[in-house]
């Protein structure tokens, strides 16, 4: 089945406590990226990366990293999580080498708490 | 101004009526258009492209309006399954830039 997963689906952590979210999809897709979803402020661009080794920052890239090795992982890294991290995580992955001009594939999402 | 701005709604409407959402865009050289559903805090799904014509998939159109910069979706005869969240993405910067409105709740009531 052609999916896209995320682990952990929900995380409660404390500040400055560093964590990973994993991200992995089947679809053998170019481009992946992170979204976080806050009330509000709809979906905002973490990172994306175009291909293996390629990453990019969105709109809102500050405390986070990633990372590209595989095609099919893109890692969302957070050195020293904070409070206002506290989010509902989405990873996606599109087709399209020149970007997600197509369907863009979702994962269930990630929901964090930061104390 | 938001890059992408729509009307959060909520937009109740009965059963068999026909409800349409717009959603604007400042940046005149965006690419490519989207609408997807989202249901209570589930992954976005693709409901539809919006073409420079204009398309349409069973009960949803989708048009877009360039010189005017926003796009917009009609659904008829609306289905207590259309109940959801309706967000409309835009893509600019050489199609890698995907920027979001926040959404427009929708609520078809019995």
């Known amino acids: 089945e052609a999916q896209v997963t995320q682990n952990p689906r929900y995380l409660i952590t404390v500040t400055g406590k560093k964590l990973t979210v994993t991200c992995s999809q089947n679809?053998?897709?170019?481009?992946m990226s992170w979204y976080r979803q806050d009330p509000g402020l709809g979906l905002r661009q973490i990172y994306y990366?175009?291909?293996?080794?390629?990453?990019d920052k969105g709109d809102v890239p500050e405390g986070y990293k990633v990372s590209r090795k595989e095609k099919r992982n893109f890692p969302l890294i957070l050195e020293s999580p904070s409070p206002n991290q506290t989010s509902l995580y989405f990873c996606?992955?599109?087709?399209?080498?020149?970007?997600?001009?197509?369907?863009?594939?979702f994962g269930p999402g990630t929901r964090l708490t930061v104390l | 101004r938001k890059e992408v701005e729509q009307d959060p709604g909520p937009f109740n409407v009965p059963e068999g009526a026909t409800v349409a959402f717009n959603c604007t865009y400042s940046?005149?050289?965006?690419?490519?258009f989207f609408w997807y559903r989202q249901d209570c805090r589930k992954e976005p799904k693709l409901l539809m492209s919006?073409?420079?014509s204009g398309n349409e998939d069973g009960r949803f159109t989708a048009q877009l309006n360039r010189a005017s910069q926003y796009i917009s979706l009609l659904i008829r005869d609306s289905k207590l399954s259309d109940s959801a969240t309706y967000l409309c993405?835009?893509?600019?910067?050489?199609?890698?830039?995907?920027?979001f409105g926040i959404g427009t709740k929708l609520q078809v009531i019995p």
């Open positions: 990366s175009m291909n293996v080794e390629v990453t």
């Open positions: 940046n005149s050289a965006s690419q490519s």
């Open positions: 996606a992955s599109s087709s399209q080498r020149a970007g997600p001009t197509d369907t863009q594939y």
């Open positions: 679809m053998n897709h170019e481009y």
């Open positions: 919006v073409y420079s």
């Open positions: 993405v835009v893509l600019s910067g050489g199609y890698q830039k995907v920027t």
